[in-house]
């Protein structure tokens, strides 16, 4: 088999995909313009395979660097993570992200056209099923209207992926729609590492736990749930990983578009996250109740059933190993990657 190109690879899920796609015996070939990473993830991976992966510095959406990576490699498939993804950004600054999410996925179909690369892996979200209110999340549901830009530019990259795998029926699609990715490498050497203040809920409770923030708001305990606070489908980032070999697999044997809940099937509140993150890492984490985060539903998880059955694969980590896995990586390095 030829390269996978994976397009933010040096980002949190993009990293954990090298690696274990690098452990399964594929060449990956990894671009990132680390607007959202940093060049010592390259070398941690390299520290954990024993060989530096191929990588080329680009924005997807330079061409010349673009077409330089297709022209010199036989690439058999893109799995493409880049793109901005801060809800609360996106409804602040939407052209940045129209334009920077949907001209890079749209640069990449059209050289995978160019070059005759056959096999997309689209890293999506659950976001694009909207406010759907009907638990679990199946993926013949409804999708949209979505609440901010980020989760537009998603709903609207999987429209453009249908669209255009009409049009070229040999292309093939799986769209993979993440529920909330948590949890880090056992080996500590590669995390989550968000720039700034965290907007998601465990790198927030980490940062509480190192000492590099104070106390975690709990945006709201009045949710119709076990205990007020919200409910998500948290999933370890090593599984979420694993799902994508398992869909890259897939896709090399099919055509058209398919879609995947990438998720384990089991809501967890944000008390009980945080009180297994205690409880597993020995540690207090100081917390407040303060009110909702607008726009926040109350219970979000998925029905993974149709990855099992299609694409044989299920999640195999649970809360404990997500929260010990994540102290693991923020405890050994509290800064994240920066010195
Ligand atoms: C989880 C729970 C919050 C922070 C987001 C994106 C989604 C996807 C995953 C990319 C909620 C509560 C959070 C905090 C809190 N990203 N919380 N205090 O909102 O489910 O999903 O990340 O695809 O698109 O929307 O994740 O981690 O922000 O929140 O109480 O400081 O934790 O209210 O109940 P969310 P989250």
């Known amino acids: 088999m030829g390269k996978i190109l994976v397009s933010g690879g040096a980002g949190y899920i993009g990293a954990q995909t090298v690696l274990e796609l690098e452990r399964a015996g594929y060449h990956t070939l990894v671009m990132d313009d680390f607007s959202n990473s940093s060049p010592l993830v390259l070398q941690r991976l390299a520290d954990l395979l024993g060989y530096q992966v191929e990588f080329v510095e680009s924005q997807i959406q330079d061409l010349a660097k673009l077409e330089g990576v297709f ?60 406010a759907s209110e009907k638990m679990p999340l199946t993926e013949d549901m409804p999708l949209g209207p979505c609440t901010n830009p980020y989760g537009w530019t998603k709903l609207m990259i999987e429209q453009i992926l249908r669209d255009v795998a009409f049009a070229h029926p040999q292309l093939s699609v799986c769209l993979l729609r ?114 909702r985060r607008p726009g926040d539903p109350a219970t979000v998880y998925a029905d993974a059933s149709k990855a099992e059955k299609i694409l044989h694969w299920k999640a195999e980590r649970n809360i404990e190993d997500m929260c010990r896995d994540t102290w693991n990586w923020q405890s050994k390095n509290p800064n994240g990657y920066q010195a």
């Open 71 to 130: 022209s010199h490699n036989q690439i058999d498939a893109v799995i493409h993570f880049a793109g901005f993804k801060a809800v609360g950004e996106s409804v602040a600054e939407p052209l940045k992200y129209y334009d920077n999410n949907l001209i890079s996925a749209i640069s990449l179909l059209k050289m995978m056209k160019k070059y005759d690369c056959k096999n997309f892996i689209f890293s999506s979200s659950a976001t694009v099923y909207g």
């Open 178 to 291: 993440y529920f909330n990715p948590i949890g880090a490498d056992a080996s500590g050497m590669i995390g989550e590492d968000p720039n700034g203040i965290p907007n998601n809920l465990m790198p927030y409770i980490s940062q509480v736990a190192v000492g590099k923030l104070a106390e975690l708001s709990v945006y709201g305990n009045d949710y119709p749930t076990v205990d007020g606070t919200g409910v998500r489908d948290y999933i370890h980032v090593v599984d979420l990983a694993l799902g994508h070999i398992k869909a890259l697999e897939y896709a090399t044997k099919h055509t058209g578009v398919a879609a995947f809940n990438l998720g384990t099937g089991k809501g967890t509140s944000v008390l009980e996250l945080l009180h297994t993150f205690e409880k597993v890492n020995n540690l207090h984490v100081k917390y407040k109740i303060v009110g």
